[in-house]
């Protein structure tokens, strides 16, 4: 059926090759009744498992009293609701100012909208961007990413594409500086945009202090800092946003994915109120009043953020985690070169993408669902939803010691690459 009818385009079924039915908690079923440990969680946005039942429950709830779903972006009980939990649970208690703005429920429309309102709000045209970013497939989005797929189909979008931490040994944020100051560098950008955390780049990790110096480069220059939190924010690096760990507060965060609570389509901008210049339906979408999102959204908020006791779980997990990868270096040195990420997204870098590739396939084989990224595809990430249990971390890590184990030896790459119609790369 799929293959028959549903477009080429597909693509996350084709690595795990299921039709799938039900799902609960860090689990997915498929029709054949196998379940599968879901460590890709809908790529961030299941941060609160499947199927949460106390979530659910708001959800149903709603809809048996006939709760508004559909309203463009008309005044909602359900809108205001939303609204007043995130200011009292997240935003207060950090001491940030953020007016609210609804987009299209994609990650990439929130990501269009900050590029715009940052051009507007400066009247410049260039931003700067990060080696290894991925901030969404619409043409904006697209021109800001580091994806090849992005080269040559960027229109009217000027760019500036600057080395992420770690990137080069050679080039820092001082050079960055330098380049905008100096009458021979570049046009000032209206925007920074980044992501603390590269998911899709590789699970690269910008550190405190160089998040720090970016935001006080912005500062110093009036320039606008954007932190693209869609896949790495609502808790999965620990604190609900991923740049708290800096103390940085950015003029603009683009959140999605599990701010809609349970996989509900929503996207959020978070502007600071002076940016707020935006004319009435500049940036609109028929879908940015999704009222079951908002339902959603406000009851993953209540149960989880009300204190601090989840994001003392989260780092306990992710602790247990870093363990159980640190054993796989240790034990396999000669095919992993590092663990990489922080919170519950990390991975580790194999020396060969064909052995990433070879670990995400035998991995499903055997009941778990992980995806490999990098510009190789060769870290093999984990990221499963946050209620996530240590016993289950530390079965997917024993899983992927055995795996591992049966990995072709460096001698065989060759004719592996030749298998897997990929040119061999001996990754630096």
């Not at 990790?205 to 480069?217: E, K, P």
Request: hydrophobic residues 40%.
């Amino acid at each position: 059926m799929f293959e028959k009818y549903e477009s080429n385009v597909r693509s996350y079924c084709r690595s795990f090759p299921s039709v799938f039915s039900t799902a609960e908690k860090e689990y997915i079923c498929d029709i054949e009744g196998k379940s599968y440990l879901d460590f890709l969680a809908g790529a961030g946005t299941l941060n609160y498992g499947h199927n949460n039942p106390l979530i659910k429950n708001a959800v149903i709830d709603y809809l048996k009293r006939d709760g508004i779903v559909h309203s463009l972006d008309l005044h909602t009980e359900a809108k205001e609701d939303f609204i007043a939990s995130f200011q009292k649970i997240i935003l207060e208690p950090r001491e940030l100012d953020y007016k609210l703005q609804f987009t299209g429920p994609t990650g990439a429309n929130a990501v269009e909208a900050a590029l715009k309102l940052a051009r507007k709000v400066t009247g410049r045209t260039r931003v700067v961007a990060f080696t290894g970013a991925f901030h969404g497939m619409t043409l904006g989005a697209m021109s800001v990413s580091a994806k090849e797929s992005a080269d040559g189909l960027v229109a009217g979008m000027e760019v500036t594409r600057f080395p992420f931490e770690g990137f080069s040994p050679d080039v820092n944020l001082d050079t960055l500086e330098k380049l905008i100051v100096h009458p021979g560098g570049i046009a000032k950008p209206a925007a920074f945009i980044l992501e603390t955390l590269q998911c899709e780049g590789g699970l690269n990790v910008a550190s405190n202090s160089w998040l720090r110096q970016l935001s006080d480069i912005a500062q110093r220059h009036g320039i606008l800092l954007i932190v693209d939190d869609i896949q790495v924010g609502c808790g999965r690096t620990g604190p609900f946003f991923s740049f708290e760990r800096a103390g940085i507060k950015p003029d603009i965060v683009c959140l999605a994915k599990s701010i809609g609570g349970m996989g509900m389509p929503m996207a959020l901008v978070l502007l600071k109120p002076e940016l707020d210049i935006w004319a009435p339906g500049e940036h609109n979408g028929t879908f940015r009043g999704n009222n079951l999102a908002f339902v959603a959204g406000e009851a993953a908020l209540k149960l989880y953020w009300s204190d601090d006791k989840f994001e003392t779980e989260i780092k306990v997990l992710s602790e247990e985690m870093a363990f159980g990868l640190a054993s796989l270096k240790s034990d396999y040195p000669d095919l992993i070169t590092d663990t990489v990420g922080i919170g519950l997204a990390q991975g580790i870098r194999l020396k060969h993408q064909h052995h990433a590739q070879l670990i995400t396939k035998a991995a499903f084989e055997q009941g778990i669902i992980v995806e490999s990224c990098g510009p190789y595809s060769e870290v093999v990430k984990l990221m499963p939803p946050l209620i996530v249990t240590e016993s289950t971390i530390q079965k997917v890590i024993t899983i992927l010691h055995q795996v591992i184990a049966t990995l072709p030896k460096e001698a065989e790459i060759g004719e592996l690459g030749a298998k897997l119609e990929k040119s061999d790369v001996s990754l630096p």
